[in-house]
């Protein structure tokens, strides 16, 4: 990296950059008339990194009488940045903005594109900042990586003070012509105080050569940004379960529950067919979006409670989903606290979704995670539920919805800051114990907070749809495409900030579209990426076959994780995992042509004598010849896992 100086832009647009900064003790700092505005910038000792490792950290201070509003501060901007030889091979992590937003590697000569309408961009992308469209230009939320695979050289980039502020790390390289990389933190135009400070807002770095360098990089920043937040759950193993919502979706019914509960209760807890360890009631049980504790007694006429017994009775954990920052403007608890919402610059409440498995009119609204009241109401919710209720697992959705842009009451607060309220709240409410799943999350600001995190899109009973291909490009939409794509982009950061959620194991041959194939991928995903094994079916309906997929699915992964061409393509097709019994190998044909697949595994530095090895799936061999294993033609959409034992 050249010269890379802070620079900062104020609200109304114009911009700050210090030409020089002073020394002053072991920081540097600059100063700006007229408005007394201070930047201070450190370099502290990348204590628990190795030694490619740096940590800059930049501050603002007023030390002027008036408030200065602050769009955003660049921790550093540069011209320059050299990784391997040549640019115009260059592959950059794109991490997307929420747990739903598609993740994925771009070249140098490709692009990449937002959502393209406002309404379903405000539920999966970040609303303020629109992807850049420019050839070569990648903007990457909170973490990125970028390589350069003749050299193996990699550097690694992530924010250390997600929690205050989203940051992001943008490089303009169009067709490798290194224009700039930026390391830039959003205040959202918040107002700094006089007297006041901004946190320390810090980007960590780290450089890698060699095999797995992307990988090893990427995982090393998220790694010591994870300590950073003390994230949570990262040494239990992932918990198994039963989700009602890939089934039943918002029609589910205390019945329905009970039905897979008897099912579930024969097997036992940890069972040897679905080694289930908690039941989850999804969404539908409520009364409205926002009266959580107002149940929908049609539905569950014994009422939440007596339902999280019966779980508990059956010898599980009962989990139970809420949309904790989302009400309908039709809810009581709308109706009683109008000021509870989050407003536009009109005054009228901003639109957290239009969901149209709620209605497909009528938006939901967004409360004000900034207003003490607002906060108090949320930990409440969060205590009845876990507590008197007796749900021990809550899965919190729609999270984004805190951090929309609007007007709140607490003006200096940024979007990440207001979510990261609203989080804090939940977890005082729930207590130290339960365990908290994010959903529908902007990532950064949950570590430390949540015990799982949902990583990708929604499984859906097909493979993609036009939805996703025109109003998701592909990427973002509700697709078990995209759902498999991030559980493989997105496992650097499992057992790191979070346990990975890859969301539900949909193995059903009836009621979808799915071919046996497609569930295979899925499967493959889950298993050998070690994620939360969550099946969410109809289980008195299971075939024997598919039963046997979720019995396969378990004995996949447990080994040392990697995804050897996370780089080399946009959506990964190959999955290693490292076990001490034997170096298990995904491969994934995740296009939609038949190919004829040979995968190099001397390149991958798996040793393999020549022979056969097993296909895990199938049961038949797979010839293996000089570090080649000629896995033959395979469907679209479809997986082998061959299963190598060690030479
Ligand atoms: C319950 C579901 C499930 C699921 C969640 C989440 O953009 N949308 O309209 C949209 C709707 C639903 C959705 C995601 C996006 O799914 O991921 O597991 O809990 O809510 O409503």
């Not at 095999?211 to 010591?224: E, I």
């Not at 009228?348 to 938006?363: D, E, F, M, Y």
Request: proline share 6%.
């Amino acid at each position: 990296m050249g010269p890379a100086l802070p620079a900062v832009q104020l609200s109304g647009g114009s911009w700050w950059r210090p030409q020089r900064l002073e020394p002053d003790g072991d920081s540097w700092t600059c100063r700006r008339a007229p408005e007394g505005l201070v930047l201070d910038l450190r370099t502290p000792a990348a204590s628990r990194s190795t030694e490619r490792s740096a940590v800059v950290e930049v501050r603002l201070r007023n030390e002027g009488p008036r408030p200065v509003g602050v769009e955003r501060v660049d921790i550093l901007a540069c011209s320059h940045l050299k990784v391997g030889e040549d640019p115009r091979r260059w592959r950059t992590y794109r991490n997307g903005y929420q747990s739903w937003a598609g993740t994925r590697t771009l070249g140098a000569y490709e692009s990449d594109a937002d959502v393209p309408t406002r309404i379903a961009r405000l539920s999966v992308t970040d609303l303020r900042h629109p992807s850049p469209r420019d050839t070569g230009a990648v903007r990457s939320d909170a973490v990125s990586a970028v390589v350069e695979p003749v050299s193996g050289d990699a550097i690694a980039l992530a924010l250390t003070a997600e929690p205050e502020a989203f940051g992001f790390v943008e490089l303009r390289a169009p067709q490798g012509a290194v224009e700039e990389l930026a390391v830039w933190v959003d205040l959202d135009g918040t107002d700094l105080a006089p007297g006041a400070s901004t946190p320390w807002f810090g980007v960590r770095v780290t450089t890698r050569s060699g095999q797995g360098a992307g990988w090893d990089a990427l995982r090393a920043v998220v790694a010591d940004v994870g300590e950073d937040h003390a994230a949570r759950s990262t040494v239990r193993a992932h918990p198994t379960g039963w989700c009602s919502w890939y089934y039943y979706f918002a029609k589910v019914t205390q019945a329905d529950v009970e039905e897979n509960l008897a099912v579930l209760a024969e097997d036992g807890r940890d069972g040897p067919t679905y080694r289930c360890e908690y039941v989850m009631v999804d969404d539908g049980h409520q009364s409205a979006i926002g009266d959580w504790l107002d149940t929908d007694r049609a539905d569950f006429p014994d009422g939440m409670a007596a339902l999280a017994e019966r779980i508990r009775d059956a010898g599980f954990d009962a989990g139970i989903w809420w949309a904790p920052f989302l009400v309908d403007p039709r809810s009581r608890i709308a109706g009683e606290h109008p000021e509870w919402l989050v407003r536009g610059a009109n005054g009228k409440p901003i639109v957290g979704i239009l969901n149209p498995v709620w209605s497909a009119t009528r938006p939901m609204r967004v409360l004000d995670t900034t207003n003490p009241a607002v906060l108090e109401h949320i930990e409440g919710v969060a205590r009845t539920v876990g507590s008197e209720w007796g749900y021990s697992i809550q899965k919190l959705d729609f999270l984004y919805a805190a951090a929309l842009p609007g007007v709140r009451h607490d003006p200096a607060a940024t979007r990440a800051q207001a979510l990261r309220r609203g989080l804090e709240a939940i977890r005082r409410g729930a207590g130290e114990e339960a365990f908290l799943l994010g959903c529908g999350c902007p990532l950064g600001p949950a570590v430390g907070v949540v015990d799982a995190m949902r990583i990708g899109a929604d499984v859906t009973p097909y493979w993609s749809n036009p939805i996703d291909r025109l109003g998701g490009r592909g990427w973002h939409g509700l697709a078990t495409r995209n759902a498999v794509v991030n559980t493989c982009t997105r496992s650097v950061f499992d057992g790191l900030w979070w346990l990975n959620d890859p969301d539900c194991l949909m193995v059903r041959d009836t009621d979808t579209k799915l071919t046996r194939d497609e569930v295979r991928v899925l499967a493959t995903a889950i298993g050998m990426t070690d994620g939360m094994v969550v099946i969410s079916d109809r289980l008195t309906r299971l075939s024997d076959q598919s039963r046997k997929m979720i019995d396969t699915t378990f004995t996949l992964g447990g080994g040392r994780l990697e995804v050897p061409d996370l780089f080399e393509r946009a959506r990964p097709e190959l999955i290693v995992s490292r076990r001490t019994d034997c170096v298990e190998v995904g491969v994934l044909n995740m296009s939609d042509r038949e190919r004829h697949v040979v995968v190099d595994l001397a390149r991958r530095g798996i040793d393999a004598a020549d022979g056969e090895v097993e296909e895990v799936w199938t049961g038949s061999p797979i010839p293996v010849r000089s570090g080649m294993a000629e896995v033959g033609t395979m469907p679209p959409h479809s997986a082998r896992v061959l299963r190598i034992p060690h030479t």
